[in-house]
């Protein structure tokens, strides 16, 4: 493309997107809107220092806060395992214990995302 050279196939495939997405960034050089005009808001120039894009510079390793949510989870997969799979997110927010500061609701989260459902409800 414009700053790098590399073929735009070449890019999208790099970036993991469709071929056809980075075209569409590139409506026009970089530089070319000036004071008081308008960017497009497809352009790379336009959409280079936004937040949107921050997904796709970011470092491949997991951030600090999904390495802890990453143990979290292991967690409440062990403690789900060991009561017989029988423990709802109350019950496991209240053994995670010391260190871990997590609102139910996250531990609930969480075992959805990990498709943990207890194997019996409370009263049958």
Avoid: H
């Avoid at 050089?29 to 960017?39: D, F, K, S, Y």
């Avoid at 967690?75 to 799979?85: N, P, W």
């Amino acid at each position: 493309m414009t700053e790098t050279g590399k073929p735009v196939a070449q890019i999208a495939n790099d970036l993991g997107i469709n071929e056809t997405t980075p075209a569409s960034w590139v409506a026009r050089p970089a530089g070319l809107a000036g004071p008081g005009q308008q960017r497009e808001c497809g352009t790379l120039a336009a959409a280079a220092g936004e937040p949107e894009l921050k997904w796709l510079r970011r470092p491949l390793e997991p951030t600090e806060r999904e390495a802890r949510r990453a143990v979290l989870a292991e967690r409440i997969r062990s403690f789900f395992d060991r009561s017989g799979r029988t423990y709802g997110s109350p019950r496991i927010t209240l053994d995670l214990g010391e260190g871990w500061q997590v609102p139910q609701n996250t531990v609930a989260e969480i075992m959805a995302e990990l498709t943990t459902t207890p194997l019996k409800t409370v009263g049958t």
